[in-house]
């Protein structure tokens, strides 16, 4: 039996790998864990609950996850986006647990053109991604055993994102204006928990940093067109800028080149959203 600790476990990326793969033919027996039960910024509970369990993985889904609130929660976002995982890594280290822990493509700055490689240098331009970033160092510095996942501009049925809130403006008959200058790769939550089931059950060893994105690229307005062209909406209006406390990289495509050499196979982003939507509106 592989034991597998989910933290953040109200969140959208972790009720998709519940909903996806809780009960599963692989012998992956995982443990779901929200904020109320394991807090992952409390240095001792997070220390006596990997003591008093027997994990082989940390499948770290818990963050500060809200961009714009991130630039004036700054201490907050720091806590739990990089103090906390210092806390997880410490104690995957002490008790042999390999950890997998989410990042994102806001840890680069958007000047580049072309998609960006796991070599590349971040830079990041806001609170969450600079928070992200020390997260990441945290685990690096700290562990062998890790994969650090970036994804990118994730959606799904569950909680809040950019998908869920363009459909209820769309079903409330509402305009938007939405930006086109920003460019990166729309990700269905199911494909990313489909990636982590994937090195979990192959008990893959090439540890180090993976970038997560289906093939493809688009803006927001693009995301936003696709949605609305489903379901037959005109209300969709494509704007320069976006105003907003924090800045975003106007390029965050991330290269998937890494993730095809493990010979993992990738979809396209639309077919991602058109999952979605099936999901959503049956
Ligand atoms: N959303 C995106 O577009 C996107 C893009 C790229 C990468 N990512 C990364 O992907 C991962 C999953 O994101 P997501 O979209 O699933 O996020 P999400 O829906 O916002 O879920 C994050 C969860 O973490 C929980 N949490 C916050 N602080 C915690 C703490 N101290 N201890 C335990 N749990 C805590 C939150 O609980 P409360 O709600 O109760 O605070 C929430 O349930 C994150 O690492 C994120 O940075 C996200």
Same mark, same amino acid.
């Given at each position: 039996m592989i034991n597998v600790l989910?933290?953040?476990?109200?969140? @959208?990326?972790?009720?998709?790998i519940k909903e996806l793969f809780y009960k599963n033919g692989d012998q992956i027996n995982f443990i779901f864990k929200n904020k109320a039960e394991l807090d992952i910024s409390n240095h001792d509970k997070v220390k006596d609950f990997f003591k008093s369990n027997q994990l082989d993985y940390c499948v770290n889904c818990a963050a500060f996850t809200n961009v714009e609130l991130a630039e004036t929660k700054v201490e907050e976002a720091f806590e739990i986006n990089a103090e906390a995982v210092r806390n997880l890594s410490i104690a995957c280290q002490n008790t042999n647990v390999v950890l997998l822990h989410i990042s994102t493509d806001y840890v680069f700055d958007g000047k580049s053109s072309k998609p960006y490689k796991e070599t590349n240098q971040p830079n990041p331009l806001n609170v969450y991604g600079k928070s992200k970033l020390e997260g990441e160092i945290a685990v690096i510095s700290t562990l062998s055993n890790y994969f650090i996942v970036r994804s990118s501009w994730l959606y799904s049925k569950y909680g809040h994102n950019f998908f869920k809130t363009v459909i209820k403006k769309i079903q409330n008959g509402e305009t938007m204006n939405i930006v086109n200058t920003q460019i990166g790769?729309?990700?269905?939550?199911?494909?990313?928990?489909?990636?982590?089931?994937?090195?979990?059950?192959?008990?893959?060893?090439?540890?180090?940093?993976?970038?997560?994105?289906?093939?493809? @690229?688009?803006?927001?307005?693009?995301?936003?067109?696709?949605?609305? =062209?489903?379901?037959?909406?005109?209300?969709?209006?494509?704007?320069?800028?976006?105003? =907003?406390?924090?800045?975003?990289?106007?390029?965050?495509?991330?290269?998937?080149?890494?993730?095809?050499?493990?010979?993992?196979?990738?979809?396209?982003?639309?077919?991602?959203?058109k999952r979605c939507l099936i999901n959503y509106t049956l």
């Open positions: 989910v933290t953040g476990a109200n969140g @959208q990326l972790a009720l998709t790769t729309p990700t269905n939550c199911d494909d990313l928990a489909n990636f982590i089931y994937f090195l979990i059950k192959t008990k893959n060893d090439q540890f180090g940093i993976y970038h997560f994105a289906p093939i493809g @690229q688009t803006s927001w307005y693009g995301f936003a067109l696709y949605i609305a =062209s489903y379901f037959k909406s005109n209300h969709i209006k494509p704007v320069e800028t976006y105003r =907003s406390l924090a800045k975003r990289p106007k390029n965050s495509v991330l290269s998937n080149e890494k993730i095809k050499s493990l010979g993992y196979d990738l979809g396209k982003w639309e077919d991602g959203v």
